[in-house]
């Protein structure tokens, strides 16, 4: 695993507006827990289908991208809330993202290939969130 690409993605925040619930990896979220609970979810993801392959892409074809990857998980069922992953470091640009809940761990790694991302961002109740590689950077 390359360790710059590890440690851009621990130094991310994850954030989803809507829940006011900002995740970082390996980092208990006591917040989204409680929603979860709430929600009756046991387990979520945060996926972005921009720069696919951690190569910056033009800004269309990040919103074309996205657009199929809410349209991907409207065909599984499952709800989704839009989110935004940020480096603290300012250096690489937001990336518009989806909060999946209820999304499994094998669902979960089939849309991160499918779009062709490095990793991605899993929890399950009871856990902090943690990165799920799907290649091997």
Known sequence: MNSILEQAYRQTDYRIPELGITLRVDEPAPILERWLHSEGWFSWAFISAANPQSEPTDDDTNRRQHRRLQQSVDTLGLPHYEAIGEGRDGRWPPERSLFIPGLTREQASQ??????????????????PRLLWCRNP
């Open 111 to 128: 849309l991160c290939q499918q779009y062709q991302q490095n990793a991605i961002l899993y929890g399950e109740a009871g856990s902090a």
